[in-house]
C-alpha cells in the first residue's frame, strides 16, 4: 500500500462520516424549532456512540458502564454552569467549593470530557484486565455504583432530584463541532500505533501478547479515551436538555445507545455515526408518535411503550441476521479513489485480497 | 431490631435469590447464555398473578406457572435458538434486547403505575406472637425454596434428562456426537427456569405485590450479580451466591444507619467488582477452574 493511498483511506474515512455529520446539521438548521431538537439530539448520540465504538469496536470487550461517563459529564457540566447565585437555593447540601464557582459554557464541556477521562481511567486500572462476560458484569455494576451515588449523595449534586436551570447552549452548531471532534478522534485512535496495537489484541489475544503488546496497557488508553469522549457528550447532552434526572443517563441509555452500536456495525466509525444517526430518528419519531403524530396519509398514535419493543425488536433481528450490524463493520470507502491511487495496478489475484478482507464482527470475541 | 431478626428476613430473601440464581444458571450452563430477560418471566408471573386475582388461589397459581413457562419456551424459540452459535457477549446483548422489548410490552399492556398482585396475601401474617417476627411467607419461601433447589438437584443427578443436561454443560459439541438431542435439553432448561421464575413471582408478590413494568429487571440484576459472585460455572455454587446476595443485601440493609441505606447498591457492587478481580471464577469455586480470562 502506498502512503498517499494510506493517507487517502484515512481521509475518506474520516471525511464521510464527517459530511453526513455536518449535513444533518444543516439540514436541522431548516426545520421546524421542534424538528430541530431532534437533529441536536441525534447528533449528541452520535458523540456517544462514538465514545463506546472507540473502546467497544477497537478492543472488542463490551462495556456497559459507558453511560457513567455520560453521566458524570454531564451532571458536572450542568452543575458548573448553573449561576453561583442560585446553586445554593437550589441544592443546599451542595460542598461550598461546588455552590460558590461557576464557568462558562466551553470551560464546562472541557471539565466534562476532563472527568470523564479521569473516571475511565481510574475505574479502568483494575477493570480492564477482565474480558468477556466478567467485564460486562464488571462495568454493569460501575454503571449501578455510579447511579446510585448520583441518586443519593446531595453535597455533589440535586440528587433524586431535577438538575435544573442549566444554559441550554447546545444548539445545532455546537453539536455539529462535538460529533466532527468525536470522529476526528476517533479515526486519530483507529488509525495510530496503540489503536493497530488493540485491534491485534481483539483478534487474536494471545498472538498479540506474543508480539509483545500489552493488551492491558492498549485497552486502558481506548478506555480513558472513550471515556473522556462520553463525558464531553454528557455535557453536551445536559446543555442541550437544560435539565437533568438521574434516571435519564442509567439503564434505558445504555439499552439504546448499545442498540446503535450494534445496528450500525461496531467495530467502524461509519457504522457507529449510521447507527446513531437512524436508530435515533427512529427512536424520535417513535417517541413522537406515542404523543401522536402526522404521518404522510394518516394520524399516527402509538401507545406508550412502542419505541422500545421496536428497538428492541430490530437489536435482537439485527443480531440474529447480521451481527456485523447495518455497514458490516467497514469503515466507509470510495471505490473509484481506491482504484485512481492503486497504480501501478497489482497483479491479479494479490494485493488487494489483504486489505479488503473484511474485518471480523467486534462482538464475536 | 435483634440480630436473630436480621437474620431470619436475611434467609428469606436469599430463599428467593437463590431461586432467580438456580434459573438463570441452569440456562447458563447448557447454552453458555446470560439471560437478562429471566426477570421478564417473573414480571410475567407477576402480572398474571394480578390478572387472575379474582380466580380460586389454586388455579391462579397454575395459570402464572404456565404462563412463565411458555414465554420461556417462546423466547428459548424466538430469539435465542438462531444464536446458538454466536458468542457469548453476542447473545449478552440478544438477550438485554429481549428484556427491553418485554418491558416496552409490559407498559403497552399494562401501563407504568403498576398492578396489585396480592393472591396470597394471606401468608403475610405471623407465625407466633412475640418479639421475633416470623410470616408465614417466610416459612414457605423456605419450604418452597429447598423444595424446587432440592428436586432441581434430584433431576439433574438422577434422571437421564438431568445426565444429559449435565453432559451439555460440560461440552456441549461432545454431549450432542454422543446422541444428547440439543433442542430437548436445552428445552428443558427453559421449561426449569421458566418454573422457577414462577416460582420467585409468586413468593415475591407476597412481599412486594406491586407490579410494575421493572419488577423483575430488578431482581434479575441482583441475581446475576450473585450468579457470577458465587461462580456461574456450577449450579451449587451459583445457587450459594444467590442465596449470599440475598441474605447480604437484607442484612446490610438492616446493619446501615438510615441515611447510608441508600447507598447500599454501592456496596454490593462494589463488592461484585472486587470478587471479580480477585476471584473471577468466583467465590465459591476452586481457584484451579478459571472460567473467565484475564489479561
Known amino acids: ?82 449561576p453561583a447565585t442560585v446553586k445554593p437555593t437550589l441544592m443546599p447540601e451542595l460542598f461550598p467549593f461546588l455552590a460558590e464557582h461557576d464557568v462558562g459554557n466551553i470551560p464546562s464541556l472541557v471539565l466534562a470530557a476532563a472527568l470523564g477521562g479521569l473516571f475511565a481511567a481510574l475505574v479502568g486500572i483494575p477493570l480492564m484486565r477482565l474480558s468477556g462476560l466478567a467485564a460486562g458484569i464488571a462495568t454493569l455494576a460501575v454503571l449501578e455504583i455510579t447511579h446510585n451515588v448520583l441518586r443519593f449523595w446531595e453535597k455533589i449534586g440535586p440528587g433524586a432530584k431535577t438538575l435544573s436551570l442549566v444554559p441550554e447552549t447546545t444548539g445545532l452548531f455546537q453539536a455539529t463541532v462535538g460529533a466532527l471532534i468525536a470522529a476526528a478522534a476517533a479515526i486519530a485512535f483507529r488509525r495510530s500505533p496503540p489503536g493497530r496495537k488493540l485491534r491485534a489484541s481483539r483478534e487474536d489475544p494471545p498472538a498479540a501478547q506474543a508480539v509483545g503488546i500489552n493488551i492491558h496497557r492498549q485497552r486502558l488508553l481506548a478506555f480513558t479515551i472513550s471515556g473522556a469522549l462520553a463525558g464531553f457528550a454528557g455535557g453536551l447532552m445536559v446543555h442541550q436538555l437544560g435539565s437533568i434526572t438521574t434516571e435519564q443517563v442509567y439503564l434505558d441509555l445504555t439499552f439504546l445507545t448499545l442498540a446503535m452500536l450494534v445496528i450500525g456495525g461496531a467495530s467502524s466509525l461509519w457504522g457507529a455515526v449510521v447507527g446513531a444517526l437512524l436508530v435515533s430518528f427512529l427512536d424520535s419519531f417513535l417517541l413522537n408518535a406515542e404523543n401522536g403524530t402526522n404521518v404522510v396519509v394518516a394520524e399516527l398514535t402509538l401507545p406508550n411503550g412502542s419505541s422500545i419493543v421496536i428497538l428492541g425488536v430490530l437489536l435482537a433481528l439485527m443480531l440474529i441476521l447480521r451481527s456485523g450490524g447495518i455497514t458490516g463493520g467497514r469503515e466507509a470507502s470510495l471505490p473509484f479513489l481506491r482504484a485512481a491511487l492503486a497504480a501501478p495496478p497489482p497483479p491479479p489475484g494479490a494485493g488487494r485480497a489483504q486489505d479488503e478482507r473484511p474485518e471480523r464482527t467486534v462482538l464475536d470475541v | ?45 407477576g402480572y398474571t398473578l394480578a390478572l387472575t386475582a379474582a380466580f380460586p388461589k389454586i388455579a391462579s397459581v397454575t395459570i402464572t406457572v404456565v404462563v412463565c413457562i411458555a414465554l420461556a419456551l417462546l423466547m428459548e424459540r424466538v430469539a435465542f435458538r438462531p444464536l446458538r452459535a ?210
Open chain 2, 1 to 45: 431490631m435483634s440480630v436473630l431478626q436480621s437474620i431470619v428476613d436475611g434467609v428469606a430473601l436469599g430463599a428467593v435469590y437463590a431461586l432467580v440464581a438456580v434459573g438463570l444458571a441452569l440456562v447458563f450452563g447448557v447454552m453458555r447464555l446470560i439471560n437478562f430477560a429471566h426477570g421478564e418471566l417473573i414480571t410475567a408471573g
Open chain 2, 86 to 295: 454466536a458468542s457469548p457477549t453476542t447473545t449478552l446483548v440478544a438477550t438485554f434486547a429481549v428484556a427491553f422489548a418485554l418491558q416496552g410490552v409490559w407498559l403497552i399492556a399494562f401501563g407504568p403505575e403498576g398492578r396489585t398482585a396480592d393472591v396470597l396475601a394471606s401468608l403475610n401474617q405471623r407465625v407466633f406472637e412475640g418479639d421475633l417476627d416470623v410470616r408465614w411467607i417466610t416459612v414457605t419461601m423456605l419450604a418452597v425454596g429447598g423444595l424446587l433447589l432440592g428436586g432441581t438437584a434430584f433431576l439433574l443427578g438422577r434422571t437421564t434428562i438431568g445426565l444429559q443436561m449435565r453432559a451439555a454443560a460440560a461440552d456441549f459439541r461432545a454431549a450432542r456426537l454422543l446422541g444428547v438431542r440439543a433442542d430437548t435439553v436445552i428445552s428443558f432448561a427453559f421449561v426449569l427456569a421458566g418454573l422457577l421464575a414462577a416460582a420467585v413471582a409468586i413468593l415475591l408478590t407476597v412481599q412486594r405485590p406491586l407490579v410494575t413494568p421493572t419488577f423483575g429487571l430488578e431482581v434479575t440484576i441482583l441475581g446475576l450479580v450473585g450468579v457470577v459472585v458465587g461462580g456461574i460455572d456450577r449450579l451449587g455454587t451459583a445457587t450459594l451466591g444467590g442465596f449470599a446476595i440475598g441474605f447480604l443485601t437484607s442484612v446490610l440493609g438492616d446493619a446501615l444507619p438510615a441515611d447510608e441505606r441508600v447507598f447500599l447498591p454501592s456496596f454490593v457492587f462494589l463488592l461484585v467488582i472486587l470478587v471479580l478481580l480477585l476471584r473471577p471464577a468466583g467465590l465459591f469455586a476452586r481457584p484451579s477452574k478459571t472460567a473467565v480470562e484475564r489479561v
Open chain 1, 1 to 82: 500500500m502506498t502512503r498517499a493511498r494510506r493517507f487517502a483511506d484515512g481521509a475518506v474515512e474520516f471525511l464521510v462520516p464527517a459530511c453526513l455529520i455536518v449535513l444533518v446539521g444543516v439540514v436541522g438548521g431548516f426545520m421546524a424549532p421542534g424538528t430541530e431538537e431532534d437533529f441536536i439530539a441525534a447528533l449528541v448520540a452520535v458523540t456517544i456512540v462514538i465514545a463506546l465504538h472507540v473502546f467497544v469496536g477497537n478492543s472488542g470487550v463490551l462495556s456497559f458502564g459507558h453511560i457513567s461517563f455520560v453521566a458524570l459529564g454531564a451532571f458536572a457540566a450542568g452543575l458548573m454552569t448553573i
